[in-house]
């Protein structure tokens, strides 16, 4: 890894979201994210395709959370 923070790969595994296929199916999320994300899909609040803009969006494409 060129990244000394140690993002973790995330993947969706349901094949029925078309929406999260457009980004590969994966990407990559700093530790401290996992709980944001976890929260927010258990609650239906967002879905895999926000966190995937939201890594797209950053330089090393990392989702890196949404307070940062």
Same mark, same amino acid.
């Given at each position: 890894?060129?990244?000394?923070?140690?993002? &973790? $790969?995330?993947?969706?595994? =349901?094949? =029925? !979201?078309?929406?999260?296929? &457009?980004?590969? @199916?994966?990407? %990559?999320?700093?530790?401290? @994210?996992?709980?944001?994300?976890?929260?927010? $899909?258990?609650?239906?609040?967002? !879905?895999?395709? !926000?966190?995937? *803009?939201?890594? %797209? *969006? *950053?330089?090393?494409?990392?989702?890196? @959370?949404?307070?940062?």
């Amino acid at each position: 890894m060129s990244s000394p923070h140690g993002p &973790v $790969l995330t993947r969706e595994q =349901c094949e =029925c !979201d078309e929406e999260f296929g &457009v980004y590969g @199916g994966a990407f %990559r999320v700093m530790p401290h @994210g996992i709980h944001e994300m976890n929260a927010n $899909l258990m609650v239906a609040n967002l !879905d895999f395709g !926000d966190f995937a *803009d939201a890594a %797209r *969006d *950053d330089p090393e494409s990392v989702f890196r @959370g949404f307070a940062d």
